[in-house]
């Protein structure tokens, strides 16, 4: 049994001085796959290539509504380009952010509109943003129903998360469940999530899961947290980690049709970062 990080964004400039450091570490946490986030065109072109050198590495290619303004005719040819590549698994980070609002919306949407149709067009699964665009992104994607997409790191409301599964979308899980000022209330909406369409992530460099001890150095991220994550969410579930480990890691290679990892060395066996809930002290 091996873990699946669906989404880290490792080239991210965090990770330019340690980058094969980070890896070793995340494969003897037991991490045997990992989804690396293409946020732009040149960031999507990033991932790839990263991947592409890397086994147990994947990619997305997409466009993250931050850089909707950026949107132009020869985007979507480039990211359909990028799809073909054989480690290439989903079309985003797409969708959009009212947030920060760092691209007008109707720019989003339109960004958002376009990779929808390139998903479908490719029969290709879709990696989901949404933050405080709700109920725009449910309408946007119940209009198009695509047969195989993730609500990447939510941190939404019951009514947001039940919009959601109606709509027939994964949910990805980040280290926000650890959070004890803002994500408290996953603990208790995680059990409205079916098993076989729970995902777990650590968006690194983001969103460290702020209970770990020691917290890491600049409080930067990394996939070999994510057994910490899942033994957070395996909690709030009452189940057993390995349990949740297992299950979301079959629902990742169903969504984004992985092969099956090997399995784990002694020094990568996921048994040990991820015990059962009644031993786990984190």
């Known amino acids: 049994?091996?873990?699946?990080?669906?989404?880290?964004?490792?080239?991210?400039?965090?990770?330019?001085?340690?980058?094969?450091?980070?890896?070793?570490?995340?494969?003897?946490?037991?991490?045997?796959?990992?989804?690396?986030?293409?946020t732009s065109v040149v960031e999507s072109r990033a991932a790839a290539a990263l991947a592409a050198a890397h086994p147990g590495l994947y990619a997305t290619a997409g466009v993250h509504p931050h850089h909707a303004r950026d949107f132009d005719a020869a985007t979507i040819p480039a990211l359909a380009d990028l799809a073909r590549q054989p480690r290439v698994v989903a079309i985003g980070e797409c969708g959009l952010d009212f947030h920060r609002d760092y691209s007008p919306r109707p720019a989003q949407e339109r960004c958002f509109v376009a990779q929808l149709e390139l998903a479908l067009a490719l029969g290709l699964p879709l990696f989901l943003h949404s933050r405080e665009a709700h109920p725009r992104f449910a309408e946007i994607v119940r209009a198009y129903r695509?047969?195989?997409?993730?609500?990447?790191?939510?941190?939404?409301?019951?009514?947001?998360?039940?919009?959601?599964?109606?709509?027939?979308?994964?949910?990805?899980?980040?280290?926000?469940?650890?959070?004890?000022?803002?994500?408290?209330?996953?603990?208790?909406l995680v059990r409205d999530i079916p098993r076989e369409r729970l995902l777990v992530e650590t968006d690194a460099p983001y969103l460290v899961p702020r209970d770990l001890a020691p917290p890491p150095k600049g409080r930067r991220n990394e996939p070999a947290f994510l057994p910490h994550i899942v033994r957070a969410l395996a909690r709030a579930l009452g189940r057993p980690a390995q349990e949740v480990a297992a299950e979301t890691a079959r629902n990742a290679r169903a969504l984004f049709a992985l092969p099956e990892a090997p399995a784990a060395t002694a020094a990568?066996?996921?048994?040990?970062?991820?015990?059962?809930?009644?031993?786990s002290t984190s």
């Open 268 to 279: 990568g066996d996921a048994s040990s970062p991820c015990p059962d809930s009644a031993r």
């Open 146 to 188: 695509p047969p195989r997409a993730v609500a990447h790191c939510f941190t939404g409301t019951r009514e947001e998360l039940h919009a959601y599964l109606d709509l027939g979308l994964y949910i990805g899980i980040t280290g926000w469940i650890c959070d004890e000022r803002r994500g408290t209330h996953l603990r208790e």
């Open 1 to 38: 049994m091996a873990l699946v990080d669906i989404g880290a964004n490792l080239t991210h400039a965090a990770f330019r001085a340690d980058l094969e450091a980070v890896l070793a570490r995340a494969r003897a946490a037991g991490i045997a796959t990992i989804l690396v986030t293409g």
